[in-house]
């Protein structure tokens, strides 16, 4: 299996780019998030990749992250949707954003894709729900940050609550809790604490 691709970018088209590796170019096709991270030709590219295999052709698809080639696995194991949807449907923003619109049950946010029509989008949020869950979510978060998630999402609560960043980070040093909620509430009691000393 061809798990990762790094090589000069031979040509960028809008569906797919060719990756120069020893020699041997590899034609990837790719989405439009991914297309947007690939640097001009003659550039060096790193992508991570997954080869499907048919009958009738070897088709590669090439991805800026793995998150996205984890999302665009979980997409073809729905019913009805084949790679090229699954390319489709990662055009359709940013992979937390897919994630999240999973989780929320956003069916129309998938009808506007190319190919996908009501019964499809449905099927990919009752499929997808289970697996993504809270979860996945949070591990993006947590690997975008360096931090669990429920840390990040209190001090995004802070931060809109009028605080501001260094108030932040020393209420949040002093705040313990497993849940972004308990979390959040052990800083608004130290700052209650703290204002009252």
Do not use: W
């Amino acid at each position: 299996m061809i798990a990762l691709l790094r090589g000069e970018v031979a040509s960028r088209r809008a569906d797919c780019v060719v990756v120069l590796c020893g020699g041997v170019g590899y034609k990837l096709a790719v989405s439009a998030p991914t297309l947007a991270t690939v640097p001009p030709v003659g550039s060096e590219v790193t992508l991570h990749t997954h080869l499907v295999v048919r009958d009738d052709a070897l088709a590669l698809y090439g991805f800026a992250s793995e998150e996205e080639r984890e999302l665009f696995l979980l997409l073809l194991g729905v019913q009805s949707v084949g790679p090229k949807v699954a390319i489709a449907v990662l055009g359709g923003g940013s992979t937390s954003e897919l994630y999240a619109a999973i989780a929320a049950g956003d069916v129309a946010r998938f009808q506007t894709v190319p190919g996908i029509g009501k019964r499809t989008a449905e099927r990919i949020i009752v499929e997808l729900r289970e697996k993504v869950g809270e979860s996945v979510g949070e591990a993006i978060v947590a690997r975008r940050t360096g931090e669990p998630a429920p840390r990040q999402v209190a001090r995004e609560g802070l931060l809109e609550l009028g605080f501001a960043p260094f108030e932040v980070e020393s209420l949040l040093a002093a705040a313990e809790g497993e849940s972004a909620e308990e979390i959040l509430a052990a800083a608004l009691r130290a700052n209650r604490q703290a204002a009252s000393a």
